[in-house]
């Protein structure tokens, strides 16, 4: 029996994907983190990309945003590509506070994707919904200081 890893190291993303449905996000994300980190291996970003291409959501963009900006950062461009798919993310779910939570910690690394005026905004907009947002209040008090 190929196991989740194996399969997506092979590039059996077919494989991959059929074993993936047993687990959920969070085990999902942790063991293609895992693996990328690991193993220094961008196959799990072509395993995301496999299930972006059969089914756009903000979990999977999330996900690959993810990858990029904790597991290969050490790649050039990995923080661009991870600012992609955080923003697709928050396009894709509005509403979900936690993908604009996620994406302010763009404009905390060195390389400040996310601008000083849009992290303002995506911030005062998190504290309408929840105000005692500490990455929100984080962001507010770094940039208006």
Aim: hydrophobic share 45%; net charge negative; no cysteine.
């Amino acid at each position: 029996m190929m196991k989740f890893n194996d399969a997506i190291l092979l590039g059996d993303f077919v494989k991959a994907k059929e074993l993936a449905s047993q687990m959920d996000m969070d085990s999902l994300r942790e063991t293609l983190f895992l693996l990328a980190y690991d193993n220094e291996n961008i196959a799990t970003y072509g395993f995301i990309s496999y299930l972006l291409l059969e089914e756009e959501s903000s979990e999977f963009h999330y996900l690959a945003s993810y990858l990029f900006s904790m597991a290969l950062n050490h790649l050039e461009g990995a923080y661009q590509t991870a600012f992609h798919h955080a923003k697709k993310a928050t396009d894709l779910s509005p509403n979900d506070m936690n993908y604009k939570e996620y994406i302010l910690f763009f404009n905390a690394i060195p390389d400040k994707l996310l601008g000083n005026e849009e992290a303002l905004e995506i911030a005062n907009e998190i504290l309408k919904n929840e105000p005692n947002n500490k990455v929100a209040l984080s962001v507010i008090s770094e940039t208006t200081n």
